[in-house]
């Protein structure tokens, strides 16, 4: 078995550098060939993947987070190779949701290489979304309203360490405003006053929470979170219910199934897709099922 392996150094904050020695030792001790890489800016991971040739290779295996495997991913996809090969994720980072929905945690990360061993896959469902004129995949999730701009006031003061999340969402409480929705789902037409808009492929999205507890990543659907308009009072009693996965329940939240959807939303919103802050709506998402095969327990 030859391996392509792929480490991100900037992984959880910097952290992953240090993996990248004890990943290439452990493959060696399970008898993998393997040729190795490391990403060394924003982007460099999908072009990586995107230009090497899959025909040299038995599968691909990523370390670092969720950033990481939505870069290779999306090289994968854009790859001219006609022979496709499994995907395999080394969970080393702040955010690994979908390594979570395998079974596979940071403080275990050997448990992701003893998997190649077995040469055991299955095949999962893969989001396609555009934006401004661009397609995208992702396999976790795809957001937009508060929880993205908590993200993205959260990066902007990451000199505060691991209080930057919290004055996140003190600032984006403070300055909640809900927004015009409008999208297609199925074919079926909808309008909301909306707070934020979780696609999940996945049950998880980030570290810790538990957005779509009825998610399945092989169903050939994405699960969407619809959280409509509220009070600030009402959404910090709301928030904490997100880490169990009980704001399902709220008469404030909507929950579906849907194979394909069309957003429009006033104003335009950013997007989070994997985590990553990028694009905007307009959007155009469509569940692709079983499109990849990955390595698994």
């Given at each position: 078995m030859k391996i392509f392996y792929l480490n991100n150094p900037a992984s959880h904050g910097g952290k992953g550098a240090k993996y990248f020695s004890l990943i290439k030792n452990e493959l060696i001790k399970h008898n993998i060939e393997f040729d190795s890489t490391q990403t060394e800016n924003a982007g460099h991971g999908t072009e990586i993947v995107k230009n090497i040739n899959f025909e040299d290779y038995d599968g691909i295996v990523v370390s670092g987070g969720d950033g990481t495997v939505f870069e290779a991913l999306n090289g994968y996809f854009t790859n001219s190779s006609k022979k496709r090969i499994p995907f395999g994720v080394i969970p080393i980072g702040r955010g690994n949701a979908f390594a979570r929905?395998?079974?596979?945690?940071?403080?275990k990360w050997e448990d992701a290489i003893g998997i190649l061993v077995s040469c055991k896959t299955k095949f999962v469902d893969v989001g396609l979304f555009s934006t401004n004129g661009k397609k995208f995949y992702f396999i976790n999730?795809?957001?937009?309203?508060?929880?993205?701009?908590?993200?993205a006031t959260a990066q902007k003061l990451s000199v505060f360490g691991a209080l930057s999340y919290i004055l996140g969402v003190l600032y984006r409480t403070i300055m909640l405003r809900s927004f015009d929705l409008k999208f297609e789902a199925?074919?079926?037409?909808?309008?909301?006053?909306?707070?934020?808009?979780e696609i999940s492929n996945t049950k998880f999205t980030g570290k810790d929470f538990f957005m779509a507890p009825?998610?399945?990543?092989?169903?050939?659907f994405l699960n969407v979170t619809l959280l409509n308009k509220l009070s600030r009072i009402r959404l910090l009693q709301c928030l904490p219910k997100i880490f169990t996965g009980e704001h399902v329940h709220l008469k404030e939240v909507?929950?579906?199934?849907v194979k394909h959807l069309k957003i429009e939303t006033s104003p335009k919103k950013l997007l989070t897709?994997?985590?990553q802050l990028m694009g905007s709506t307009p959007i155009e998402v469509e569940c692709l099922p079983k499109a990849i095969e990955v390595f698994t327990k």
């Amino acid at each position: 078995m030859k391996i392509f392996y792929l480490n991100n150094p900037a992984s959880h904050g910097g952290k992953g550098a240090k993996y990248f020695s004890l990943i290439k030792n452990e493959l060696i001790k399970h008898n993998i060939e393997f040729d190795s890489t490391q990403t060394e800016n924003a982007g460099h991971g999908t072009e990586i993947v995107k230009n090497i040739n899959f025909e040299d290779y038995d599968g691909i295996v990523v370390s670092g987070g969720d950033g990481t495997v939505f870069e290779a991913l999306n090289g994968y996809f854009t790859n001219s190779s006609k022979k496709r090969i499994p995907f395999g994720v080394i969970p080393i980072g702040r955010g690994n949701a979908f390594a979570r929905d395998l079974d596979l945690f940071p403080e275990k990360w050997e448990d992701a290489i003893g998997i190649l061993v077995s040469c055991k896959t299955k095949f999962v469902d893969v989001g396609l979304f555009s934006t401004n004129g661009k397609k995208f995949y992702f396999i976790n999730i795809l957001g937009f309203g508060f929880v993205t701009d908590v993200a993205a006031t959260a990066q902007k003061l990451s000199v505060f360490g691991a209080l930057s999340y919290i004055l996140g969402v003190l600032y984006r409480t403070i300055m909640l405003r809900s927004f015009d929705l409008k999208f297609e789902a199925d074919g079926k037409m909808f309008e909301r006053k909306n707070v934020f808009v979780e696609i999940s492929n996945t049950k998880f999205t980030g570290k810790d929470f538990f957005m779509a507890p009825s998610a399945q990543f092989d169903d050939g659907f994405l699960n969407v979170t619809l959280l409509n308009k509220l009070s600030r009072i009402r959404l910090l009693q709301c928030l904490p219910k997100i880490f169990t996965g009980e704001h399902v329940h709220l008469k404030e939240v909507e929950t579906f199934q849907v194979k394909h959807l069309k957003i429009e939303t006033s104003p335009k919103k950013l997007l989070t897709p994997d985590g990553q802050l990028m694009g905007s709506t307009p959007i155009e998402v469509e569940c692709l099922p079983k499109a990849i095969e990955v390595f698994t327990k």
